[in-house]
Nanobody, 123 residues
Framework: QVRLVESGGGLVQAGGSLRLSCAAS????????MGWFRQAPGKEREFVAA????????YYAESVKGRVTISRDNAKNTLYLRMNSLDPEDTALYYC????????????????WGQGTQVTVSS
């Protein structure tokens, strides 16, 4: 069975940095495009970043471009999201997702999802 497990969330002060990780199992990791999404209370799930199987194609949401870096280590079956210059607007539950095909910015394109890791940014 496919399992995606996020980790690395927590409480951080505004201007700080955080690195999220997503450990994948039950799938051939290198066959999948991966993405990060986030959801704050009362709001819809929002695209953050996506990366192709090889890392050759990367997309970022305009709201985070320049502050975050998505990467993957296929040898470790792990996806990462490095976030810098964090702002209280970044507070949300962050989800890792996987799909067969090209990386997408739409949540409906993804086949598998993790349980999420909470990121809280204080002012």
């Amino acid at each position: 069975q496919v399992r995606l497990v996020e980790s690395g969330g927590g409480l951080v002060q505004a201007g700080g940095s955080l690195r999220l990780s997503c450990a994948a199992s039950g799938l051939i990791f290198s066959n999948y495009a991966m993405g990060w999404f986030r959801q704050a209370p009362g709001k819809e799930r929002e695209f953050v970043a996506a990366i192709s199987w090889s890392g050759g194609v990367i997309y970022y949401a305009e709201s985070v471009k320049g502050r975050v870096t998505i990467s993957r280590d296929n040898a470790k079956n792990t996806l990462y999201l490095r976030m810098n210059s964090l702002d209280p607007e970044d507070t949300a539950l962050y989800y890792c997702a996987a799909e067969v095909g090209a990386p997408e910015t739409l949540a409906t394109a993804y086949d598998y999802w993790g349980q999420g890791t909470q990121v809280t940014v204080s002012s």
